[in-house]
DNA sequence: AGCTTAAATGAGTAACTACTCACTCATTGG
DNA sequence: CCAATGAGTGAGTAGTTACTCATTTAAGCT
């Protein structure tokens, strides 16, 4: 329909949004504060969003697809599997690093429960392009004893974690050193036999 | 004060709490819902706990009492470093995966912003037992490489995902399985050096 | 049985929330 | 310069929520 609606606006709000969100907790959070920090009056944000559910979900899509896009910007076929799989958490680590307050939100939305089933799916299907590399790497006999559920889980959720410990300034170590450590304990962890 | 409330009911409340929380996440449970499910009225539920946020506090910190008596229940100082803090590790996850419900309760309120004070300050701190068990590691020159953060990051975290995975039925390896390599691959991770 | 004490009740309340809609006003095309 | 369009407004609404308190119910003691 209407098309109108100024793009600057709906991204003002949607930053707003991230912001009273990672600090607050989305449930915590009323619209009219939303709204107030965008600059722009109550009912505006319902202009640009049909509900309160629906900015969280194209919140929530946009920084899904801010992740994808660091995923597949590490993918290079040329190197080998290992590499790869390295680049993509450091790639990840970074984009987390740089924008905290998404990733906390990120986080946030994932552990709670009650979320449109649009947005489940995209739970648990995650990232299909890591999901390829996974199976590469185990075709190739590295990785052969760790299964999917393990790696997902050795792969992101520790970085939830350093991102809180970074927000919260209780990080003590140099963040490219966090993250190189991060990498590596992450892959020869998986990369271990039997 | 008044110490005639009844155990019973108590349990009864914390129990139809932690069950509705689990599912539907704390903010988006009314406080009749808890009361209803635990058979009680609902001004009833406020002569156990003076507000809401007392309730979800009460919980939390029975829940961190418990994870802190699995810590300490696998600490023997009379076997290896290394292997005690594996079997910190297994106990946790083996109680975490008793108790799926307390599990996610418990990520809800360690990811969600605007919780009270101090129970913060008991996020933050974590288990003192553990931290322990790490600085002996260090000293021993076993995990020389890895910092605190990355280590707690590991240890914990991926925890969380496994547990989700498994409450929705996601989980297609065995427990006991997957519980061990999720051990495995954390301690291999860690050990090695440069 | 009666009396006392306090636990349990649940209708009621004040505060808050997401969302609406009748209206204003800026922009644009003719 | 006027008219038409639709973005923007914000007081208002219907619904929900945490929490209260006057009252009822039950239990324990003599």
Redesign the interface.
């Known amino acids: 329909m209407s098309r109108h609606l100024s793009e600057e606006k709906r991204k003002a709000l949607m930053e707003a949004a991230v912001d009273l969100f ?4 989305f ?2 959070t009323p619209t009219q504060q939303i709204s107030e920090r965008a600059g722009v009056s109550a009912g505006t944000l319902f202009r640009y969003f049909q509900t309160k559910e629906d900015l969280i979900d194209t919140l929530y899509t946009s920084i899904h697809r801010a992740i994808a896009n660091a995923v597949n910007e590490a993918i290079r076929p040329e190197i080998p599997v290992e590499e790869q799989i390295k680049n993509v958490k450091r790639q990840v680590l970074h984009w987390m690093f740089e924008n905290p307050k998404e990733t ?1 939100f990120f ?2 939305v994932t ?4 979320i449109t089933e649009m947005t489940k799916d995209k739970l ?1 299907i995650r990232f299909s392009a890591l999901d390829e590399l996974y199976q590469k790497a185990v075709s190739r006999g590295i990785l052969k ?6 790696f ?3 792969f ?7 991102i ?2 970074h927000s ?1 300034g ?4 140099d963040i490219e ?2 993250i190189e ?2 990498v ?9 036999k039997q």
Do not use: D
């Open positions: 990672s600090t607050q907790g449930h915590a906390i986080e946030q552990s709670t429960p009650n648990l004893g760790i299964n999917r559920e393990v997902l889980a050795n992101w959720y520790p970085n939830f974690m350093l809180h410990l919260f209780k990080l003590h170590s050193e966090t450590q991060s590596a304990s992450m892959w020869c962890g998986m990369e271990q």
